[in-house]
């Protein structure tokens, strides 16, 4: 609920548990006055606002009074440079004078239910206009003639506050936006971790958790896309603050290229947190009457410790994300060729492949790379997306009519954005790649990245793509993204604008991948970029789940999923068993619940007790589905903590069913174990599988069930699945 004091003039911002507070002071200046567990009143929030009012050399406003007030210690709730305030700024314009002094302030505001959408950007979006309510503040700069509109829409039953901005030229003249973020928050504490997700390939979104500092501090992508190094994921936790209780600030940003999150305390001991649009080679040019949208930041604030703040956004992105129709229907559970054949693959190898699959009751088979052009290692074809027949004679068709008689379903890898200089198109097109004039490219993995800022080259790609996947009958595409983009700029773009390329790339990319999932609504389409390089909630909006990790080996995995998991639901988690040795198959296919769950070897291998195990999996999958992929995650034994078990439980939103899963990832000196679950009804009493007891609610999540020397051995793992009995 959004409501306006005319008298105050204050907006009080409530969703289901908290509050968020706006105000406008003397000179329209716009301050953030409250952020945190709901309040029901704005008295004297004004008087709390200043932490100092002024300070020595802190420029002031002669106008307010009596000089004691300056915006270099005010909670601007949107910061610009040059105007005074000499901590980050929000918002920096060049006008035609220029420089890049900016000072937007309050015009007029208007409240209404729902949440509009952005223009070409994916963005949270609503179910019923009854389930949030927006703000927009409109501010201008009365100098240069530039208005800032500050959107904000408020979940009425989530502990959810969207945030992004739409900038327009009122002048009449041209400027340049030199930095422009999404979201601008000024907390009056820097008693807080800052916790990120930090990584490489294969060993994606680690957790890192540092106390704030004085001055600056945060993460960045500079890369051309969210990037394995940096997940644009931030919170602030409360030095105090744990899994299960405190004070926790979560950022996301609903974007899928240079990102920054920056956090800076000052002298006063005041946290300013800005996100959006990474500014390091970012010039957005403005004629007049043009605007320009920043992409969305989901903020969650909760005072219910690390893990609430992650289910908010697993609840959010489950119901409001993801979309089409794999956000409800079941997903099939896949088999991918790469890691058993790699580029190495006929007809008759697959469709081997695919037997094997439909015996132990898997529903798809998925031909990674290597079917195109004449590829046959990573060294060229990219761009050339036509069937090699040499390599499965009768073509697309052919393949796909046997693995369909089996009665399986089939699925295709694909890299849109990608160009090998070993390549038909290339040789057609060498303009195409992203280059910048008089400079070599450089080069990864043997090959460049495609100009899709161009609007001749994604009517190339999707044409190409179009031929396939509308002549054939195909399922699923897997759409990888192998390389970081260097020697950033488009033979298209003018001077003036080559700052735009960075941003203009992600629009292309965003345009096409909606393109194609509106041609092909029934499409599943799964994100990859070398495993998890792109694992944010701007490719959520396209494609329901992405490969978490190139990296398949289960121990690895709990601490890549257990990062992930901070703002990431288990049903965007691309997960499968691999033919990795450090465990048996049983720990391989628990690990892998925790994601979409599917399979990533060569099934002819595997022995007749491994065929088993596999079938009884493929029969979990298919029983714990709805509880993953739809209830709630509860981290309970820490992999970064805990240095010998990682644990974690699903509960299902009626609190009637629990899934908990406990892996051994190294031999323990202390072999005694008590396992206790969390977020059961302890009203509640539930049979036990493991034992098949009946226990309340409130004895597993207290007393808990003795596991010792149950798993004991590094690799060792169990599941125990509750059901409710009686009430």
């Known amino acids: 609920m959004i409501s306006f004091d005319k008298s105050e003039r204050i907006f009080k911002l409530d969703t289901k548990n908290n509050s968020y507070i706006i105000g406008i002071y003397d000179q329209e200046y716009i301050l953030n006055l409250y952020y945190g567990v709901k309040i029901p009143d704005c008295t004297n929030l004004f008087s709390r606002a200043f932490r100092p009012m002024t300070a020595s050399f802190s420029p002031s406003n002669p106008h307010i009074g009596e000089g004691h007030f300056s915006v270099d210690v005010a909670p601007m709730e949107y910061s610009c440079n040059g105007n005074g305030d000499f901590r980050i700024s929000a918002l920096a314009v060049k006008n035609a004078d220029g420089n890049n002094v900016t000072d937007v302030r309050y015009v007029s505001h208007k409240i209404y239910k729902g949440k509009p959408s952005l223009n070409g950007l994916p963005s949270v979006y609503l179910n019923s206009d009854d389930e949030a309510d927006t703000l927009e503040i409109l501010t201008e700069d009365k100098v240069t003639g530039v208005k800032a509109t500050l959107i904000y829409t408020v979940f009425n039953d989530l502990d959810v506050i969207t945030r992004s901005v739409k900038i327009e030229n009122g002048s009449k003249h041209s400027v340049d936006l030199d930095r422009v973020f999404s979201a601008c928050v000024d907390l009056p504490s820097m008693d807080f971790d800052l916790v990120t997700l930090f990584g490489r390939h294969a060993k994606e979104r680690s957790r890192e958790k ?38 926790v600030y979560g950022f996301n940003f609903v974007y899928s290229g240079n990102f920054e999150f920056c956090a800076e305390c000052d002298f006063s001991g005041t946290t300013r947190v800005l996100m959006g649009i990474n500014p390091t080679d970012f010039c957005w040019h403005l004629e007049p009457g043009e605007t320009f949208q920043t992409p969305e930041v989901v903020m969650v604030y909760t005072n219910g410790g690390v893990g609430e703040m992650s289910r908010i956004y697993h609840r959010l992105y489950i119901n409001n994300l993801v979309r089409g129709r794999w956000k409800t229907e079941k997903r099939p559970l896949l088999i991918n060729s790469w890691e058993a054949a790699y580029f190495d693959f006929d007809t008759d190898k697959l469709v081997s492949f695919a037997q094997r699959a439909k015996e132990a009751g898997m529903d798809m088979l998925v031909m990674d790379d290597g079917w195109f052009g004449v590829r046959n290692s990573d060294n060229c074809s990219l761009g050339d997306w036509y069937v090699n027949e040499k390599k499965l004679p009768g073509g697309l068709g052919e393949l796909i009519r046997r693995v369909n008689d089996l009665g399986l379903k089939f699925g295709i890898w694909y890299e849109p954005e990608m160009i090998s200089p070993d390549s038909d198109l290339f040789r057609a097109h060498p303009d195409w790649c992203v280059h910048v004039k008089n400079r070599e490219p450089s080069i990864a993995r043997h090959q460049y990245v495609l100009d899709v800022s161009r609007a001749d080259v994604r009517e190339n790609i999707f044409n190409q793509m179009y031929d396939v996947l509308s002549k054939y009958k195909i399922d699923y595409v897997k759409w990888d993204f192998n390389r970081n983009i260097s020697e950033a700029g488009s033979a298209l773009l003018p001077p003036e604008r080559q700052g735009e390329f960075f941003h203009r790339f992600v629009l292309g990319t965003y345009e096409l991948m909606d393109r194609l999932t509106k041609t092909f609504p029934d499409l599943l389409l799964e994100n990859c970029s070398g495993g998890g390089g792109r694992f944010d909630p701007g490719m959520l909006c396209y494609s329901p789940q992405i490969w978490a990790s190139d990296n398949t080996d289960p121990i690895e995995r709990l601490t890549i999923q257990f990062g992930t998991s901070m703002c990431y639901p288990a049903s965007t988690m691309g997960a499968h068993v691999s033919d990795s040795n450090r465990t048996g198959y049983e720990t391989k296919g628990n690990v892998a619940l925790w994601g979409t769950f599917g399979y990533e ?28 992929h739809y209830g709630d995650l509860y981290r309970i034994s820490d992999p970064y903590f805990d240095h010998f078990r990682c644990s974690w439980s699903f509960v299902s939103l009626d609190k009637s069913e629990a899934l908990a899963t406990i892996v051994t990832m190294r031999r323990p000196e202390i072999p005694f174990f008590i396992f206790k679950f969390k977020g059961l009804d302890p009203d509640k009493y539930y049979e036990c599988d493991y034992d098949g007891k009946i226990y309340s609610g409130s004895i597993l999540m207290n007393a808990g069930i003795n596991l010792t020397y149950r798993i004991d051995g590094t690799g060792d793992s169990m599941k125990i699945y509750l059901k409710e009995v009686r009430g």
């Open 210 to 247: 540092r106390p704030l500092a004085h001055g600056l501090q945060g993460i960045a992508s500079k890369r051309g896309s969210s990037s394995h190094t940096q997940n644009p994921f931030a919170a602030l936790v409360r030095h105090g603050a744990d899994e299960d209780s405190g004070d």
């Open 601 to 628: 070897l060569d099934p002819n291998k595997l022995t007749s007790d491994e065929r088993e195990i596999v079938k009884k999996q493929v029969e979990e999958y298919h029983k714990y589905y709805d509880l993953i």
